[in-house]
């Protein structure tokens, strides 16, 4: 069935049925992430604050443990969230709905088990980490998928070579993301030196 109307314009009635048919399961991940995040890690800020009395515009600086904590979390899903949101749609574009859709579920839930370890727990890194690594992982798999997809479709590349391209970029690149956080390191290194010298 063709999405462009007789006048050749785009027929949004059967554009949106057969875009809901094919993505209906990321679309359903995608809410579930925006509650996790717009409202159960957001609702814990606003309820911590309130029991605090810390009001806008105080930030974490200073603020009693819980409170900051949730805040933690709820700056840190913000910051996780693109890489699987980008790379879980990229992935069900490419072909994979099913599968991008089950990673962004464990994904998801995943990263409400981290808020809520966080949030609940002082100190305890173990706990949060078992939650945190797992999650990273997802991201790797989807990022993986979707490069070796495009070299299979876009490059005409047999299984075998997209799988072995795909990983080795994936290696290559996570290689320079720890390069250049050693060099950030090394950076801060230098600058705290200098500072404690004046």
Not at 39 to 61: H, L, Q, T
């Amino acid at each position: 069935m063709s999405i462009l109307a007789a006048n050749g314009r785009l027929n949004l009635d059967t554009f949106s049925t057969e875009f809901i048919k094919t993505f209906w399961a990321p679309s359903a991940v995608t809410i579930g992430w925006l509650i996790q995040y717009g409202m159960v890690d957001a609702i814990c800020v606003g309820a911590s604050r309130n029991y605090f009395k810390w009001g806008f515009p105080k930030g974490a600086e200073g603020a009693p443990d819980p409170l900051r904590r949730a805040m933690r979390v709820h700056m840190n899903q913000a910051e996780n969230s693109n890489h699987m949101l980008f790379s879980m749609w990229l992935c069900a574009l490419c072909g994979l709905p099913g599968f991008a859709a089950t990673c962004g579920a464990v994904w998801v839930a995943l990263r409400h088990m981290y808020g809520f370890t966080y949030r609940m727990t002082k100190g305890s890194l173990k706990a949060i980490l078992k939650f945190t690594f797992p999650s990273y992982a997802v991201v790797q798999t989807l990022y993986f998928k979707v490069v070796q997809r495009i070299l299979k479709v876009a490059f005409d590349l047999d299984d075998l070579k997209s799988h072995l391209v795909a990983g080795g970029g994936l290696i290559a690149v996570n290689l320079f993301t720890l390069g250049v956080a050693m060099c950030q390191r090394k950076h801060c290194e230098v600058w705290d030196k200098s500072q404690k010298e004046e």
